[in-house]
């Protein structure tokens, strides 16, 4: 019998398919979806705007396959910390994705809390920095004009 994945074993699963998604390799949506609980509750509380909860596997794979994206090639997780907690299956990870466009640097702090059961990621709090994240991708005026809920930019 195969044992589970631990929790941090999955969280870094996690994080390395993120990088490898961004930097351009799309197989890596279907991997990450499958990170997850056929019913999972995933929240950005961060996020600007706001967005619903991710409930299902099937919803982390929209979100992961949903469309294409520009590759940054240079995108890293760094300053990795996983901290485990009185609760086995709940683990508490501080990270930072790094890297560069266009010749600068960015760096995105995070904050994942999530609960892995049988080595599948069934709850998730992801905290990341949404205006360091839409600085790093150029997407400020944009973000604002959603905000404002003006129509976007030509």
Do not use: K, N, W
């Amino acid at each position: 019998m195969t044992q589970a994945a631990t929790p941090q074993e999955v969280f870094h699963r996690l994080v390395d398919g993120v990088c490898g998604l961004v930097r351009g390799d799309v197989s890596q949506g279907e991997q990450l979806a499958e990170l997850y609980a056929e019913h999972t509750r995933v929240e950005h509380p961060m996020a600007l705007p706001a967005v619903d909860p991710l409930l299902t596997r099937d919803d982390l794979r929209s979100h992961f396959t949903g469309g294409p994206i520009e590759p940054i090639p240079d995108y890293r997780a760094t300053d990795v910390v996983v901290h485990e907690t009185a609760d086995p299956e709940v683990i508490v990870a501080e990270f930072s994705y790094r890297g560069s466009i266009d010749g600068r640097e960015f760096r995105v702090p995070c904050v994942f809390v999530m609960r892995v059961r049988d080595g599948q990621i069934v709850e998730s709090r992801d905290y990341i920095s949404s205006l360091d994240r839409v600085r790093a991708l150029g997407g400020l005026d944009e973000l604002v004009d959603q905000l404002r809920g003006v129509s976007p930019r030509a």
